[in-house]
């Protein structure tokens, strides 16, 4: 277990630090001129030179990428183009909104959609089972900004019934909490059907299972049998899917919070590229990576732990 | 694994695949709308009743009408041509780029799993680092350097789609490389080469189709996403994300444009992943139920 720990997290350290390395080498990787890119064909060649030099464009590429990485460690992530504040703090304003939003989503789907496919699985083949696998196929197939925009339409701009815009305040616990209900659930519906039918197919195989029989056969609780017994062996492949879903989340957390004109990661990353603030894309981009993969090294490390039959040097498919 | 009998299987009994496939609700359904989705795009220039950039100043924003089945948008143009036209666009990304991802990936995942040792290695690790990235947060980094194109989204949908199936078919080339029958033709002669290509090869061209198949919808998603934001296809182009980017900025005023957008996106996904998944159930039994995230 300490080995596999150590390895996983020495995976973790070189994606990163291979993270850092491609967004710092990224201007450079790219055909054309950044600098042209991001002020357009228009800009005054003094504009051009100022911007220049504060990306430090000016010096050898091998300094600029090691400037970067070595900033980036320590925190530092550059100054915003427009108005020179640190990038690290812009992103620590917005963070703490993107992070409740994926959290809370996370939390829908898994609220939702675990008691629904502990039903479909212990019910199967009834029509409420058919139903719930339809169902799910769609979740998982209808993108998040097609859920968040047809949500803002029924339920924020028809019906009026809850807030479409902004997160309200945080010190008024029961409005930010209203605010985000729109938004959790958009991005939470795809994430609702995908762990349904996973918890349906794995609780399925669980319920096959011997021991299963024998609790039957001692006569203990269906309840008892279906969440405690079976469900604790189910839930192991959903546990592994968790990491990845919190990435996506993140990702999806872009099209929520400009639908809902929320600030958070995302839109703040969306409108540094509307400004062309590379900076800010790029710091954002990092953070991004960073929350992903330590979701995925937590979700990795947990499932270790909840089934030890897993071989730490086992082959990664 | 599963591939000799599939490969051949699925070449001689393509026509009986069809009549198992349209015998299952899902799959007749995914068919109907792949195919609709298909004559659409063939067919746009026939079938739409105005042109994509057809404008009708007069009748700006209206609700669904008999001259304008779906409504019209806030240049009066005709939503549903507009939607007809957007198949093009939506197929001309998402075709392109998932061939693409899939054509990369195959040669990376082949030299990874045939040759292993550090090959195999750096492959590994770059494909992980290109997955420690969710596919929009990617999207978004490189497109803020590239500009916004329909070029430049087939790339990055190439750049994050491709480590997928380097994985699969580096697994697949693992789990084939030391079978009985490579061994044989190994033992008597056969090159490098000619295990790769002639015996290997076919026996992974089956999880790599579905797999295709099955990507062809996050692809449409990712492109029509990143239309939307303003980073894929810039208007005028009929990209759905367009359509919906377009119809969100007067959502207040008319609805339509964003509802229909979001029907078309909706069942097109919907439709190619109840295809490709009764296509998989079909094809290979094994990988039943078992889906990407």
Redesign the interface.
Known sequence: MFLYVLKRLG?SI???L??LL??AS??HL?PGD?VK?ILGPRASPALSERVRAEMGLDKPIPVQVGEFIINGLQGDLGRDFATGQPVIRLIGFALPHTILLALSSLGLAILIGVPLGVYSATHPNTWIDRLTGLLS??C????S??AG??L??IFG??LNWLPAIGTGQLSDPADYLRHLILPATALAITWIG?LA??VR?SLLEVLGANFIRTAFAYGLGERLIYYKYALKNAIVPTVA?LG??M??L???A??TE??FTRPGLGRL??D???D?N?PI??GG?LV??ML??FA?LLADLSYHYLDPRIQAGE?R? | MNGPVIAGRARRNGLALLRSLVRKPAGLFGLLIVAALLTAALGADWVAPYGEAQQDIAHRLEAPSIRHLLGTDHLGRDVLSRLIYGTRVALGAAVPAVLGAALIGLVLGMLAGYLGGWVDNVVLVVMDTIQSYPTVILALALLALLGPSLQNVIVVIVVGFTPGYARVVRAQVLAIKHSPFVEVERALGASDLRLTLIHILPNILAPLLILLAMDLPSAITTEAGLSFLGLGVRPPTPSWGVTLSEGFAKLRTSPWPVVFAGLALGSTTLGFTLFSETLRDLLDPKLAGTRRA
């Open positions: 995976m070189v994606v990163l291979l993270s491609l967004l990224m201007v790219i950044p890119t196929v769609w998982i197939t209808l993108p900004y097609v925009l047809l803002l339409l701009v028809a995908y039918r996973l197919a899917v990845v879903g990435g996506n993140l990702g999806g872009i099209f400009v639908i990353m969306y540094a590229i509307s062309r590379y894309v790029r981009v991004t990576v992903f993969v995925n082959e498919g």
